[in-house]
């Protein structure tokens, strides 16, 4: 029995996370609620070998448990190679998240600018 759209979906917030690139080289982009849908969706069309080590966070509107796993995961990856997985447009409101979810090595420095390894 459906119970029917999920909150986020019905909002028109689905959430997403994609491959894109920048100035920088590759990276993944955030956007939207990051919720247990939107990284099921990721983890089927993204192979982890294909994971590069830079994420852009400027469009999350919220981030659950698992969006928070995802990106642990994302982390483990470079750090395997002695790197830091790079964090960049971190939204202010999410920067306690990421502290009480033990991932404040992942912070951008108090500057402003990104983390790196």
């Not at 990276?27 to 852009?56: H, K, N, Q």
Request: positive net charge; proline residues 11%.
């Amino acid at each position: 029995m459906s119970t029917g759209p999920e909150p986020a979906a019905a909002a028109g917030l689905r959430g997403e996370v994609v491959p894109g690139e920048d100035d920088g080289g590759p990276l993944l982009r955030f956007r939207g609620v990051i919720d247990r849908e939107a990284v099921r969706r990721f983890r089927l069309t993204v192979p982890p070998a294909s994971w590069p080590a830079r994420v852009d966070l400027s469009g999350v509107t919220s981030i659950d448990a698992a969006g928070l796993e995802l990106v642990v995961h994302l982390d483990r990856k470079p750090r395997r190679r002695g790197g830091q997985l790079e964090v960049l447009g971190l939204p202010t409101e999410l920067r306690p998240v990421l502290a009480r979810a033990g991932l404040s090595r992942l912070l951008p420095n108090p500057e402003g600018t990104p983390t790196s390894a």
